[in-house]
Nanobody, 122 residues
Framework: QVQLVESGGGLVQAGGSLRLSCAAS????????MVWFRQGPGKDREFVAGITWSGGYTYYTDSVKDRFTISRDNAKNTVSLQMNSLKPEDTAVYYC???????????????WGKGTLVTVSS
């Protein structure tokens, strides 16, 4: 069992930065790939970035490449999302999720956090 709690959301101006964190409970955190999703107003929940259990591989959706960086610290049971050059279209609730499998689709996640709101003003 893994419980996930996100933090770090807030209001930021366009061009600014935020760092989201996800704290995980459970001894098996390092066995899971970790993924960030987001859901904007009136939109479906979408994949943002993922990182393998070891941290050796990361993947980003095109719209955040070169702006966002996902990282993890297995010793501290945390995964982070550094978000730079934020745009109004990045406004969304950001969710941390964990999967024991190899697919990073929304349907494949085993555990979800409750989300943290990021609002980017223009």
């Amino acid at each position: 069992q893994v419980q996930l709690v996100e933090s770090g959301g807030g209001l930021v101006q366009a061009g600014g930065s935020l760092r989201l964190s996800c704290a995980a409970s459970g001894r098996t955190f390092s066995s899971y790939a970790m993924v960030w999703f987001r859901q904007g107003p009136g939109k479906d929940r979408e994949f943002v970035a993922g990182i393998t259990w070891s941290g050796g591989y990361t993947y980003y959706t095109d719209s955040v490449k070169d702006r966002f960086t996902i990282s993890r610290d297995n010793a501290k049971n945390t995964v982070s999302l550094q978000m730079n050059s934020l745009k109004p279209e990045d406004t969304a609730v950001y969710y941390c999720a964990a999967t024991y499998g190899s697919s990073w689709s929304r349907q494949s996640m085993d555990y979800w956090g409750k989300g943290t709101l990021v609002t980017v003003s223009s």
